[in-house]
């Protein structure tokens, strides 16, 4: 994934943590936390109020990722704030 706007990236996490929640432990200026998986990357995402403008920031068509905050998924229209630690999965679909 290309990130587009501003964005700091995080450590990668490494594969035998028991979660990467648990290793979630930084400061944050007060963007939106975002995993990006399977690249096992962590980017902070500024100024994003809404799940497409997370999308859009990341160069993610929707539809190709989902958008997880804690154990629910996100919708289109779902608003996102400063402290939202997020999940961003890739998905494949086949024909």
């Known amino acids: 994934m290309f990130v587009n706007g501003p964005c700091e990236i995080k450590t990668p996490l490494r594969k035998t943590a028991p979660g990467w929640r648990a290793q979630r432990r930084f400061a944050t ?7 990006l ?14 799940f497409m403008v997370l999308l859009e920031q990341l160069s993610t068509t929707p ?6 905050r804690g154990e629910h998924v996100l919708t289109d229209n ?3 704030s400063a402290t939202d ?11």
């Open 29 to 35: 200026a007060g963007g939106v936390q975002v995993l």
């Open 37 to 50: 998986t399977p690249q096992s990357q962590q980017v902070e995402i500024e100024r994003a109020k809404r």
């Open 63 to 68: 539809g190709t990722a989902l958008v997880i």
């Open 78 to 80: 779902g608003r996102l």
């Open 85 to 95: 630690e997020i999940e961003l999965r890739s998905v494949v679909s086949g024909g």
